[in-house]
């Protein structure tokens, strides 16, 4: 099993910035994708943004060039960069990531975490 954390939720004005972070544990070995999802009140989760262990990156259109993912492999975290933020992005973020044994792929979730962009 994989264990996901996130930190780095809270309350911001349009135009603020947060970082988000996503830590991993248990068993962590074969981790390869790691990404960011959001959900908002009467919506569908949608993907926000993904990286490979490789460093190849992903985006969703409504958050291009103000979100930034990164990853430490070193410390299994991924983060989440967001600048010039909109009321629109508030919504519940999940770290997911996904781990391959084989030809089996496992997919984890974090537990989410809170993010209000208001005045």
């Known amino acids: 099993q994989v264990q996901l954390v996130e930190s780095g939720g809270g309350l911001v004005q349009p135009g603020g910035s947060l970082r988000l972070s996503c830590a991993a544990s248990?068993?962590?070995?074969?981790?390869?994708?790691m990404g960011w999802y959001r959900q908002a009140p009467g919506k569908e989760r949608e993907l926000v943004a993904a990286i490979t262990s490789g460093g190849s990156t992903t985006y969703a259109d409504s958050v291009k060039g103000r979100f930034t993912i990164s990853r430490d492999n070193a410390k299994n975290t991924v983060y989440l960069q967001m600048n010039s933020l909109k009321p629109e992005d508030t919504a519940v973020y999940y770290c997911?990531?996904?781990?391959?044994?084989?030809?089996?792929?496992?997919?984890?979730w974090g537990q989410g975490t809170q993010v209000t962009v208001s005045s």
């Open positions: 997911k990531v996904r781990r391959t044994m084989g030809i089996i792929l496992d997919y984890y």
């Open positions: 248990g068993s962590i070995f074969n981790i390869n994708n």
